[in-house]
């Protein structure tokens, strides 16, 4: 099925732990972006990238990197994990003048 | 900067019932406004999608209508089930150099009650 895949959906982090958080679409979006949604808070951009080659930081961007080899992937890199990016991780990815299609999520606790 | 409201923050209807969902912004320029849906420990699903220049779309039983120059959004639903029970989100793309930005609303947290 067409959409957009994440990869883990729950993962366990200890403080100081890096990972990187994977999100690939099939659809031949050029714009994928990374949100957080956390409690009273909605949903903030992380990072997002308008096309292969090209990144640039949203709202809430420290703590994280990307990257975009591919049209395809779009993964999300925690450099070294705190509590307070514990989370909900959604990946998005859109094509010119459309909407967003969001990935199922990744659910991450740091500890 | 963009600033997006929802109101009402929750809602419970009886099965059955016509409702209408509000959604503000506080910046017209934008560049189209979408309506997601989401259900307890998903992810978002996309219900519409309306562009700064239309004024409504339909989808079943989901009506939404877009007012750029009064900052405001509404979606109707018809006939409501329980299975409209989830919360609701409307986000607004600024018109920027990517038009990238989404601004998400926090959300209405609709219960149908059989």
């Known amino acids: 099925n067409a959409g957009v895949t994440q990869t883990p959906k729950f993962q366990v982090l200890k403080t100081g732990q890096s990972m990187t958080l994977q999100c690939a679409q099939d659809?031949?979006?050029?714009?994928m972006s990374w949100y957080r949604q956390d409690p009273g808070m909605g949903l903030r951009l992380i990072h997002y990238?308008?096309?292969?080659?090209?990144?640039d930081q949203g709202e809430v961007p420290n703590g994280y990197n990307v990257s975009r080899s591919t049209t395809e992937d779009f993964p999300l890199r925690l450099l070294s994990a705190a509590p307070s990016q514990t989370s909900v991780y959604f990946c998005?990815?859109?094509?010119?003048?459309?909407?967003?299609?969001f990935g199922s999520g990744t659910r991450l606790t740091v500890v | 900067k963009q600033e997006v409201t929802q109101i009402p923050a929750a809602l419970s209807v009886p099965e059955g019932e016509n409702l209408v969902l509000n959604c503000s912004f506080t910046?017209?320029?934008?560049?189209?406004l979408q309506w997601f849906r989401q259900d307890p420990g998903k992810g978002l699903t996309s219900l519409l999608l309306?562009?700064?220049?239309?004024r409504e779309q339909t989808s079943g039983r989901l009506n939404a209508s877009l007012d750029k120059s009064s900052g405001r959004s509404t979606l109707y639903i018809a006939a409501s089930q329980p299975g409209d029970s989830a919360t609701y989100l409307c986000?607004?793309?600024?018109?920027?150099?990517?038009?990238?930005?989404?601004?998400f609303g926090p959300g209405t947290r609709l219960s149908v009650l059989p």
């Open positions: 309306i562009q700064s220049s239309q």
């Open positions: 986000a607004v793309r600024e018109r920027d150099n990517y038009g990238q930005n989404f601004v």
């Open positions: 910046d017209s320029a934008i560049y189209n």
């Open positions: 990238s308008v096309g292969a080659g090209i990144t």
């Open positions: 998005a990815s859109r094509a010119t003048g459309g909407g967003y299609t």
């Open positions: 659809m031949n979006h050029e714009y």
